[in-house]
């Protein structure tokens, strides 16, 4: 097989004010290991793998990079890495640190770059954040989800709200500069009050990045079960619009900026890495269950770990080519997310078509701006993103 890039290469540039931010090419890597499953997620997770297994999945990581080097490379430098999961926290962090090491002397990292680990806050130790520091690891990602005591039951999370106030302390100890957190809203008996509570405790630790995510209910979780017998209520929309509205108040008066519909940050500490995902850029994916994207092409790994572990070599296992219309319109649909919107220039190039009629309905019923040649979302077409994206859709 010839290398991946080349020709192919960033063959779709991102544009704008956001997006500019975003490397042209990342890493990640998935670590799959948590120490329970939560009840509403639908995430390629593996709870109680021994230690020998863990270590035997972590050398993996390393083996599977050193293949991909070795007989697709030269890789570009990568603008960003992410450990996501899953719990990478909770993994023996030398071995965690021996294991980014290795993956970092084959795929080598552009100065500068962005190196990001996500964490549960009750598996966060001093001595693990230093190792992470240590192997280069520069942003932490904590799942806060709730600084609500019934809201993080209702959600299956172990942690309290002082652990996450905790995490974040030794993340500033060791030398993080670059905090993010996670907050999911809509969830089983959570009031405004209690939204608004959290989003204030989070603000007081003074995180460069918020992300803020509608509850979603997903058909194989635990909460999908019980929605679909009828022991909970599904998430009421309205509940949630009223709750991303008031993010969308409280992050702003704070001095966030909102970059894409989930996502704000200070000026400048955006999320490198997702940037790549949400502007169709190149990555390469590591370890069981994880999605690549290069030269045209998306791939994804098998998700059972020991399957993953045997022959890391032999891991993809299924792939994906997008035709040029189908790349043009996810384009489009990723570009609604974020905030800095659609350029109708470009959107004509790519698309084959003009939006000019859609977006002046879309204008009138006062759910997007078009100015200086720019579509983009008004507060209330936040709200109806789905609908706005239908009304352009091919």
């Known amino acids: 097989m010839s290398p991946p890039f080349g020709a192919g290469f960033a063959a779709y540039p991102a544009t704008g004010v956001a997006s500019d931010l975003a490397p042209a090419f990342g890493v990640y890597v998935h670590i799959p290991f948590c120490p329970y499953k939560c009840p509403y997620c639908d995430f390629n997770v593996h709870v109680g793998a021994s230690a020998a297994e863990v270590?035997?999945?972590?050398?993996?990581l390393a083996r599977e990079a050193e293949w991909w080097a070795a007989r697709h490379g030269p890789f570009p430098a990568a603008g960003s890495l992410y450990l996501g999961g899953g719990t990478p926290t909770m993994v023996d962090p030398g071995l965690l640190a021996g294991a980014v090491a290795r993956i970092r002397g084959v795929l080598p990292l552009a100065p500068g770059a962005e190196v990001s680990v996500e964490?549960?806050?009750?598996?966060?130790?001093?001595?693990?954040?230093?190792?992470?520091?240590?192997?280069?690891?520069?942003r932490l990602s904590v799942g806060a989800q709730s600084f609500s005591r019934p809201v993080l039951a209702a959600l299956g999370r172990r942690h309290s709200p002082e652990d996450v106030r905790r995490a974040v302390r030794a993340a500033r100890e060791a030398g993080f500069a670059d905090v993010s957190l996670d907050l999911i809203y809509g969830g089983p008996g959570e009031d405004a009050a209690a939204w608004r509570e959290s989003l204030g405790e989070a603000l007081a630790l003074a995180p460069e990045h918020l992300s803020c995510y509608a509850l979603t209910i997903e058909r194989p979780t635990a909460?999908?079960?019980?929605?679909?017998?009828?022991?909970?209520?599904?998430?009421?929309?309205?509940d949630q619009a009223s709750k991303l509205e008031a993010a969308l108040d409280v992050l702003q008066g704070a001095g966030y900026r909102h970059y894409e519909i989930s996502n704000w940050a200070r000026p400048g500490r955006e999320s490198r890495h997702n940037l790549v995902y949400w502007t169709q850029g190149e990555y390469l994916g590591l370890g069981a269950g994880a999605h690549s994207h290069i030269a045209g092409v998306r791939f994804w790994n098998r998700k059972l770990p020991r399957a993953y572990a045997a022959d890391p070599r032999a891991a993809r296992a299924g792939e994906e080519r997008l035709d040029p219309a189908a790349r043009a319109e996810e384009w489009l649909q990723l570009r609604l997310r974020l905030i800095e919107g659609v350029d109708l220039a470009e959107a004509r190039a790519r698309l084959g078509r003009d939006l000019r009629a859609d977006a002046e309905v879309l204008r009138e019923a006062g759910l997007v701006r078009v100015a200086g040649g720019r579509l983009t979302l008004t507060r209330r077409g936040l709200l109806l993103e789905n609908e706005v994206a239908l009304r352009l859709g091919g």
């Open 55 to 60: 270590g035997a999945y972590l050398d993996a």
């Open 119 to 138: 964490a549960n806050p009750e598996t966060v130790t001093a001595g693990g954040l230093a190792a992470l520091r240590a192997a280069g690891a520069n």
């Open 223 to 238: 909460l999908g079960h019980a929605v679909a017998t009828g022991r909970m209520a599904a998430p009421d929309d309205e």
